[in-house]
C-alpha cells in the first residue's frame, strides 16, 4: 500500500532521452570500506543530485538490479534508487523510484523473510528476515516531501537500500559465521585480483532475487 503522491518516477514517455544523457557508473564491492560508510543527508537537491539519479537508474538497470543506493557508486548521499515492477512480471512496464533522504518512522511486528542479494556482494543470496511493513517519509526529486507505506518486496528492498545508508550491508543480518565467511572470500578475492579488480556494474544488486 501506498501513501501520498508516489511520483518519484521518470516520465515513461522521456525514457529514451533519459537513457542518451545517463551514464553507467561503477559499483564498488566488498571489500571496499566505503560500503560502511554513513551516509550524508542531501542539503539540497539541485540538478547534480537529479543527474546522479539518472546515473543510478540506468546503472541498476545495467546491472540488472531492483535497487541501488549512492554509496554502491562511492557517492556518500542519502539518495537510493529502486524499480520492483519487474520482480512479478518480467513484461511490466519499468516503475523507477528516486528517494531522497529516507527515514523509517514504523515497522510492523510481522516479519517476513525474502531472498536477499546485494550488486555490491556479487553472486551471493541468502534469506534474511525484516518487518513485512514499514512507512517511510523522504524527499522525492523535485524537493517535495513524500511518505510510502510498504509491503512484500517492495519494504523488504526500501529497508535494504536504507540500510546501506547507513553502512550496513545484508550479510550483517546473517550469522556471525556465515557473515565472516564471505567477508574473508571477498577480501581474499580482492587480494589475489589486486588493483586490476573492477566492480561490475554488469552483475546484480539489492534485495531479493534480482540484487539491490
Known amino acids: 500500500m501506498f501513501r501520498g503522491p508516489w511520483r518519484g518516477q521518470i516520465d515513461l514517455a522521456r525514457r529514451r532521452y533519459y537513457l542518451m544523457v545517463m551514464a553507467l557508473r561503477t559499483i564498488i564491492t566488498l571489500p571496499d570500506p566505503r560500503l560502511r560508510r554513513k551516509c550524508a543527508q542531501v ?6 543530485i537529479r543527474a546522479l539519479m539518472d546515473d543510478m537508474l540506468e546503472t541498476m538497470y545495467a546491472a540488472p538490479g531492483i535497487g541501488l543506493a549512492a554509496i554502491q557508486i562511492a557517492v556518500p548521499k542519502r539518495v537510493l534508487v529502486l524499480d520492483v515492477a519487474k520482480r512479478a512480471d518480467e ?4 516503475d523507477p523510484h528516486c528517494i531522497i533522504n529516507p527515514e523509517i518512522v514504523w515497522a510492523s511486528e510481522e516479519l517476513s523473510t525474502y531472498q536477499e542479494g546485494c550488486l ?7 534469506d534474511v528476515e525484516r518487518p513485512a511493513r514499514v512507512r517511510a517519509r523522504y524527499l522525492d526529486q523535485h524537493g517535495r516531501a513524500q511518505e510510502i507505506e510498504a509491503e512484500g518486496i517492495l519494504a ?3 529497508q535494504h537500500e536504507i540500510d546501506h545508508l547507513n553502512g550496513i550491508l545484508f550479510i550483517d543480518h546473517l550469522s556471525r559465521l556465515k557473515r565472516d565467511r564471505i567477508t574473508r572470500k571477498f ?3 580482492a587480494k589475489l585480483d589486486g588493483p586490476s579488480r573492477k566492480s561490475g556494474a554488469g552483475k546484480q544488486d539489492a534485495a531479493a532475487g534480482p540484487e539491490a
Open 156 to 158: 523488504t528492498c526500501l
Open 187 to 189: 577480501a581474499k578475492t
Open 120 to 126: 555490491s556482494i556479487p553472486d551471493f543470496f541468502e
Open 43 to 48: 542539503p539540497a537537491i539541485d540538478a547534480s
Open 91 to 94: 513484461n511490466a512496464t519499468p
